[in-house]
Nanobody
Framework: QVQLVESGGGSVQPGGSLRLSCAAS????????KGWYRQAPGKQRELVAT???????NYADSVKGRFTISTDSAKNTMALQMNSLKPEDTAVYFC??????????????????WGQGTQVTVSS
Protein backbone atom coordinates (compact mmCIF):
# COMPACT_ATOMS: atom_id res chain seq x y z
CA GLN A 1 0.00 0.00 0.00
CA VAL A 2 2.64 2.50 1.11
CA GLN A 3 6.09 2.41 2.63
CA LEU A 4 8.07 4.86 4.71
CA VAL A 5 11.58 3.48 5.03
CA GLU A 6 14.20 5.02 7.29
CA SER A 7 17.86 4.43 6.55
CA GLY A 8 21.26 5.76 7.51
CA GLY A 9 21.37 4.61 11.10
CA GLY A 10 24.36 2.92 12.61
CA SER A 11 26.92 2.98 15.38
CA VAL A 12 29.16 6.00 15.86
CA GLN A 13 31.44 7.45 18.51
CA PRO A 14 30.47 10.54 20.49
CA GLY A 15 31.04 13.64 18.41
CA GLY A 16 30.39 11.80 15.18
CA SER A 17 27.75 12.44 12.54
CA LEU A 18 25.02 10.52 10.78
CA ARG A 19 22.50 11.45 8.12
CA LEU A 20 19.15 9.70 8.29
CA SER A 21 16.86 9.43 5.31
CA CYS A 22 13.17 8.62 5.02
CA ALA A 23 11.95 7.50 1.62
CA ALA A 24 8.29 7.15 0.71
CA SER A 25 7.02 4.79 -1.96
CA UNK A 26 3.68 3.60 -3.27
CA UNK A 27 0.85 5.09 -5.26
CA UNK A 28 1.18 8.41 -3.50
CA UNK A 29 -0.95 11.35 -4.55
CA UNK A 30 0.36 13.75 -1.93
CA UNK A 31 2.77 13.55 0.97
CA UNK A 32 3.59 16.03 3.71
CA UNK A 33 6.52 14.94 5.81
CA LYS A 34 5.84 15.97 9.40
CA GLY A 35 9.03 15.18 11.26
CA TRP A 36 11.35 12.83 13.09
CA TYR A 37 10.81 11.10 16.42
CA ARG A 38 12.96 8.79 18.48
CA GLN A 39 12.46 6.19 21.16
CA ALA A 40 15.10 4.90 23.53
CA PRO A 41 14.69 1.63 25.47
CA GLY A 42 12.29 2.06 28.37
CA LYS A 43 11.33 5.58 27.33
CA GLN A 44 8.40 7.15 25.52
CA ARG A 45 8.69 8.18 21.92
CA GLU A 46 9.78 11.80 21.78
CA LEU A 47 9.77 14.52 19.20
CA VAL A 48 13.12 15.30 17.63
CA ALA A 49 12.24 17.75 14.85
CA THR A 50 9.19 18.89 12.94
CA UNK A 51 8.87 20.51 9.56
CA UNK A 52 5.90 22.20 7.93
CA UNK A 53 4.91 21.96 4.30
CA UNK A 54 6.38 25.43 3.85
CA UNK A 55 9.72 24.27 5.22
CA UNK A 56 9.67 25.82 8.68
CA UNK A 57 11.48 23.64 11.20
CA ASN A 58 11.37 23.23 14.97
CA TYR A 59 13.64 21.16 17.15
CA ALA A 60 13.66 19.63 20.58
CA ASP A 61 15.86 21.58 22.95
CA SER A 62 18.13 18.58 23.31
CA VAL A 63 19.11 18.63 19.62
CA LYS A 64 19.03 22.32 18.73
CA GLY A 65 22.21 23.42 17.04
CA ARG A 66 23.22 19.84 16.29
CA PHE A 67 20.45 18.39 14.08
CA THR A 68 18.95 19.70 10.85
CA ILE A 69 15.73 18.47 9.26
CA SER A 70 15.01 18.84 5.56
CA THR A 71 12.65 17.53 2.89
CA ASP A 72 12.72 17.04 -0.84
CA SER A 73 9.11 16.61 -1.87
CA ALA A 74 10.05 16.04 -5.51
CA LYS A 75 11.97 12.94 -4.44
CA ASN A 76 9.57 11.95 -1.65
CA THR A 77 12.32 12.02 0.94
CA MET A 78 13.03 13.59 4.31
CA ALA A 79 16.42 13.78 5.98
CA LEU A 80 17.86 14.39 9.42
CA GLN A 81 21.46 15.50 9.58
CA MET A 82 22.85 14.70 13.02
CA ASN A 83 26.13 16.23 14.11
CA SER A 84 28.02 16.22 17.40
CA LEU A 85 26.23 13.08 18.46
CA LYS A 86 25.99 12.23 22.14
CA PRO A 87 25.33 8.92 23.90
CA GLU A 88 21.90 10.21 24.90
CA ASP A 89 21.00 10.39 21.21
CA THR A 90 20.97 6.60 21.13
CA ALA A 91 17.49 5.51 20.06
CA VAL A 92 15.40 4.16 17.24
CA TYR A 93 14.52 7.05 14.95
CA PHE A 94 11.19 7.17 13.13
CA CYS A 95 9.84 9.38 10.38
CA UNK A 96 6.23 10.50 10.24
CA UNK A 97 4.15 11.74 7.33
CA UNK A 98 0.67 12.64 6.14
CA UNK A 99 0.05 10.60 3.00
CA UNK A 100 -2.78 10.41 0.51
CA UNK A 101 -2.76 7.32 -1.71
CA UNK A 102 -4.23 6.91 -5.15
CA UNK A 103 -6.72 4.04 -5.43
CA UNK A 104 -8.46 2.57 -8.49
CA UNK A 105 -11.46 4.59 -7.37
CA UNK A 106 -10.78 7.63 -5.26
CA UNK A 107 -8.10 8.05 -2.63
CA UNK A 108 -7.26 6.95 0.88
CA UNK A 109 -5.82 9.23 3.52
CA UNK A 110 -3.13 8.16 5.99
CA UNK A 111 -2.65 11.33 8.03
CA UNK A 112 -0.30 9.89 10.66
CA UNK A 113 1.88 7.24 9.04
CA TRP A 114 5.09 5.91 10.55
CA GLY A 115 8.16 4.23 9.19
CA GLN A 116 9.68 1.14 10.76
CA GLY A 117 12.54 2.99 12.39
CA THR A 118 16.32 2.93 12.15
CA GLN A 119 18.70 2.33 15.04
CA VAL A 120 21.22 4.97 16.05
CA THR A 121 23.82 3.99 18.63
CA VAL A 122 26.34 6.49 20.01
CA SER A 123 29.01 4.97 22.22
CA SER A 124 32.75 4.76 22.74
Amino acid sequence: QVQLVESGGGSVQPGGSLRLSCAASGSILTINFKGWYRQAPGKQRELVATITKSGSANYADSVKGRFTISTDSAKNTMALQMNSLKPEDTAVYFCNADITLVQPVGTIGLPDYWGQGTQVTVSS
